[in-house]
């Protein structure tokens, strides 16, 4: 299983992607789930991927090779397109290529050939933005009121998301909330696992900026990882507590916090 | 879709369930998947459950005629089975009595007839138990180290239990602690809708104590959504940021909160 996720906000897009691939559970191995196209002062092109490993391989390969033979108007790379829109159709593309090569196996067991992407990135003028694309070929992007995608197993960090996410939040914030919502799906789903590739491109610089890997031990994310589970467990215990019908009333009058009734105790 | 679930505590069992069955997003409709079988001073037990509601009201239908029919040693009812495993094993062959008589229909079309149950309750001088019981008719128990199960849209809501459910918590804080893990699943999730059916079972009672419906406009719910993500923003907030590395270094002296910073910018 896999998660990746990325925001767009107002100073750029911040790009997260776990590393573990992994064909049974006993059989797990550590592959860069984030491709990154670059061309300093023009373009930075960005494309996480998630599902079948031998599937999303075949298209970043045929991407690169269309890279490599350097694209011209008939057939464009990510390197020569004008917009990132225009990337978006080209990977849709790509990936309606390897679906056609595999066509046979993929209707006996269409299940094994899942794939989705996520594209972010800017190129030239143009403002940054931000694609989900499906293995249809299709895709949508991301808007003011959806400024995030996510794929793989994105249901147990998605809450913290949608409560937290706002378009001028600072990249070291978005970074911070990205993490959060990875220590969660962490935490409840085992085959999503550390290192984190993390990838923070401010807009308009063209280039970039900040790329890290966090191992299992990076002393920030373990930091966090506790700090978060602490303030949550403290957060929840001063929420006033469910009033049952049976306890006697006068130990429960309304309006106290857990923690006010313990010391009441 | 569906979200139930059921919290196992050294002081009973706490269950909770959404009431929205929708065949399609615009045909939408409320039915209890809470059903209760009581006699009072001897034995209560629960059933949550999941999945397509012809098949799981087929069960319940099912369950109930046996019921009514008084229940012998040959084909025990509920309300004859001498222990919790015992209707756990009764209720999986009334799955699987389901299952056979639809066979043709479930084979054309399997997910179709999905359907997953919780069941709990306490029988006489036995412990209170909790079980999860598939589409199979096979079945777990709930154990000190997974004290709850949840059926349907689980994942959501699935992160705070993690963190915060004890074996030893009051029953209006686990009761608290479902409301909490609901409305992360009702925020993400449309297809899990309000009222939800709420049922706290004092262990040794051997009634039904408190049982209850909470509506849209229930005000401790209401209350405790807002509370709760108020809270989850400040906890988020007081975290120590990601350092990004093209800020100029004096912006960002390690170990400040985003509360912080914000005060000295």
Redesign the interface.
Known sequence: MTYCVALRLDRGIVFASDTRTSASVDNIAVFSKMHIWERKGDRVIVLLSAGNLAMTQSVVSLLNEGVDHGGDDERPSLLTVDTMFQAARLIGETIREVRRIDREAIEQNPSLFSASFILGGQIAEDTPRLFQIYQEGNFIEATKDTPYFQIGEH??G???I???AKPDM????A???L??SFD?TL??NLSVGMPIDLL?Y?KDTLQV??QRRLEAEDP?FR??SK???D??????S??????????PSWM?PRGLT?RERERMD
């Open positions: 249901k147990y998605k809450p913290i949608d409560r937290v600072r990249m070291g914030t970074a911070k909330l993490l959060v969660s935490r409840s923070i401010r900026g900040e920030y930091m966090l700090a978060w589970a303030a949550l467990r403290d957060a929840f001063r929420l006033e507590e469910y009033q049952t019908e049976e306890e429960k857990e």
